[in-house]
């Protein structure tokens, strides 16, 4: 049988299913689908259906084989060799082979491409094809267990032209992965439906996912309530007891170690200055910003509390309003009937956030306020998500920045606060902070690390990148007509593949 | 330990019609609420003992010890015993199972790299042998094994490393603790037995199981909503579980609309408190099973999501359940969530569990690489 003719049988077969969509609800739905360029929460959990890695978490969250079949480390921890799964398919029906692995970690290599993930292969020095289905990594350093470094999505070679990918590359809306997902539509009402694929080596029981981007956080409960969802990926606080009451729905846990921060971009010339950046810290009452969303925890620094690397002794920032008055002085900044001036140029300030993220709105609202009651103009910039890549990621135009950054169980901040880190788009730079963040990459005693880390809170405390905010309490609700659903702690649909429809 | 364990782990068949067996202390408290106030009050006409049954309720059995006994309420220091002899209990298992990890996890990495925990594994391995035969720096701490309620707050040894200060924690305080408040439980739970017949509604108030009598079934039959009895740890087996106790709880509080004390069960929240300790005693019972996923699906419910800030925290027992389960299924930094809790609220082994956890989480992640993305 040609290889179109089985692709077509596999289709059919697939089409043949039983239709029960699981519809969950995101925030945003991703501008693009391209594991080369993902940077939202809500593209990682996309992809975690649709493609897959060499290896990923089993429900032990210990690393085991996904494409891969077995692997074999170098004695001196220097290499390794991995034999890949034989007859995995890709969505279009293509073989996946050696080549795919090469051509994803040369793609995230390739500066042209400036994927936001090259940091997540900067220690393989070398991969070379063997075989068909066998290749050979070489390593910078010694690794003892590399297979949980090799979780990062494939991506198929045949789909692109070269290792220098654009982001607006066709495969954005035409993904081919390997998962138990495909693409199937991207509709108009920006919702993206993904059909079970037919040819996948593994097993999947839930014939669609349906990914719905509902941008008011309450309409997404009352969606919920109304079967008109089966999974709500994250539950404000403040709808946490109504959910837990309805018997047709199940939370379950879904803590992603995510805080809330606005950032100050140090690229703009006023905010470079340490006094200025203080002394806004010092005119933002948190607790107020926070009381309409939920509740939550304050935070010190950039990490939630329960983190090892979390410093107690670093206090909350508190509001006052006086000190700060003091700092802009110093800084040479004059108080007038309405606001602060120097040059003759009043202090104004440009905060963006995500168009598409209602609780984020009412937050630069609210502190729009606070602030402009102490003499700061700001001015709101509501971004599309394509406009946030393009402006915040790729320009850095914009003076403050509203958002949240969730973090894997490892919560490494260096792609966030070292001058090299790919997520760095505030353009934060402190030599201190590069040397302990360098030095903690590379500790081998945890309890060293750990003291390491606390430090780089301290720092970045002091040097106020940031203005941290809070984390939240975080569930996720799931229709009872939905069973197995077990949710892994960061990406979530890890093991969506086992989810039933009742 | 072991036979207080054994006492409230075995389980009787279950039955398949959701309806309880034996009445419940929630029925009786609906039916005679002039009852459940008399033990709340003085029982002696002397002190209150209602801050000891509060305590109890709130999963906090040492404050109810200290509570009841200033009330001379006997009744309540034999259900604060067996309260603490279970959370001990369970710190105890917490506390091996974090050794055993770091052992487990030690051995994939270069010998030497880590010289605090090393040497806490050579410490925890046999608590038993370390007690007895204590390493030097383990002599002063283990002179301390009768009484070790105030261990665990600070490292048994520290020392000036390179750039930072390397801390070994005592990785025995809770079996220390387990072994001192053992007996104590094990004779409250007979005691409390024979005591059923006279005071049924205090031998078993905020309890899981139905009557002290009745311990023994650890509440597995409670209400008759069947347990699991596949072999495998399903999550989803615990959740149908948990959705059938629910259901015949809903039915049970319904039945109990129009008798006199409906107003307090209903006011006092006490369906959510039977299943809070239900959901507990399942916990507990799927970790002594090696069923973790199991355990933590009863454990998370448990913690009480939704419940508002106005709500009580945690009881103890909750958090270290949660912490147990989420290690037991690989969740470490999940039961860090906990430890903390703990930590803030508990006694002070809990500090050097959290400790322990947090070094334990980062040697985890020392081989791999970090992921983060906008929420």
Redesign the interface.
Known sequence: MSRRLALTALLAASALAFAAPVRYAEDRAPAIVNPLFATSMSEARLNELVFEGLFADDQDLRSTPKLALAWELAEDRMSMRVRLRQGVLWHDGEPFTADDVLFTINAMRNPTTASTEAGRVAWIRSATKVSELELDLTFVAPEYSPQDKLHFKIVPAHAFKSTAVSRTDAFRTSPIGTGPYRVAKFNDDNSISMDRWGGYWGTSYVDTFVLREVADPNYQAKLLSYDSLESLVRVLPRDLATLRADRRVELYPYQTNSWWYIGFNQRKANLQEPEVRKALSLMVDASSLLAPIGTGELLSGPFVRSSPFYNHDVPVSQADPERAAALLTEAGYQRTASSWVRNGEPLTLQIVTQQNLETAQDVVINLQAQLQRQGVEVKPVFLTPADWKQRVWREGDFDLVLSQWSFDRNEDIYEQFHSKGSRNFVHFKEEAVDTLLDQAREAADPQRKKALMRQVHAHIAQDNPMIFLWTLDSYSAVSTRIQHVVIHPFYYFTWANEWTTN | MLALLALLACSSTPTAAPQPKQELWLQRVAQTPDAFQALMEAPAGGVSSRDGWLALANGEPRAALADFTAAGNHLGELRAKLDIGLLTSDLNRLERRIVARVKERLA???AG?????EQTVAVGKDCAVALATPPAAFAARAASHSAPWSLGAEPFATEQ???????TWDPCVAYSLAQVTSPDGTAAALELQGLADDDPLGASLFAAWPTAAKAASASSDLLGAAPPTAAAD???AA?DHI?SF?TALQALSTSMDGQPGAGLVRDALLANRLEQAWLLAQARVALNANRP?QALVYA?RALN?????DAPPPPLDALVLHADAALA??????A??S??QLARRGPPVATGLHELT??????????????????
């Open positions: 994939e990495r270069p790299s880590s010289a605090a925990l490393a390179e750039d930072y200060v390397r801390r399903d999550p989803q959740l959705r629910d996923h998370n999501p939704g419940a508002g800030a299924s690989g969740r470490t930094r999940e860090l969530d430890l903390l947090s070094d334990l989480a980062v040697l985890e992640g020392l081989g791999r690489q970090g992921d983060s993305r906008e929420d």
